[in-house]
């Protein structure tokens, strides 16, 4: 079971890389920064560009601590992270199934991470080399814990200051739009 969570591990971690760097850089068919900012606009996330870089960021490098299995449990809420902010954003309200629009594959993949904090990082990883190997099931309560806390309160922040008008970086800290 551990080669099949060090496989599981790398082929999500790949793939969150290059689907944040699609985001961040409009690399492999992305729309890169200014276009997520503009998607992220749409569903009311301020401020946008800000959002867009920390979703690219959460993916990217959460992507990266999977696929090397080094601090794998962050990599994971990371992730988790990501896929709550999407659920929230953009599935939630199509149901769950994925050929609708909605939250399927994005909880398949939270289910994942849980899985893999679980069982840890397995074989071929830095944590396992370091014998830093952090898993169980607290650890995985942690690591959906902490994911899901922090993409939910990432979007709570977003649309409140996308509703208020507030622009964080105006100065005095807030600003009617």
Excluded at 82 to 108: C, F, Q, R
């Amino acid at each position: 079971m551990r080669i099949g969570m060090a496989v599981l591990r790398i082929v999500v971690g790949v793939f969150f890389i290059g689907h944040g760097l699609q985001k961040l850089a409009g690399w492999f068919g992305g729309h890169g920064l200014e276009g997520t900012a503009g998607f992220f606009e749409s569903l009311g996330l301020r401020p946008a560009r800000q959002q867009a870089v920390a979703a690219g960021l959460a993916e990217t490098c959460g992507g990266a601590l999977l696929t090397l299995g080094f601090l794998t449990p962050l990599g994971a809420a990371m992730i988790t992270s990501s896929m709550t902010g999407a659920i929230l954003t953009v599935h939630a309200d199509k149901g769950p199934w994925v050929a609708e629009g909605g939250y399927e594959y994005n909880v398949v993949l939270a289910a994942s991470m849980f899985a893999i904090a679980a069982e840890g990082p397995g074989a071929l990883s830095v944590d396992e080399h370091l014998g830093t190997v952090r898993s169980g099931p607290l650890v995985a309560l942690a690591e959906l814990g902490a994911g899901a806390a922090a993409g939910a309160a990432a979007v709570a922040v977003a649309r409140r200051v996308g509703r208020d008008g507030m622009d964080p970086d105006a100065e005095g800290g807030e600003q009617s739009i």
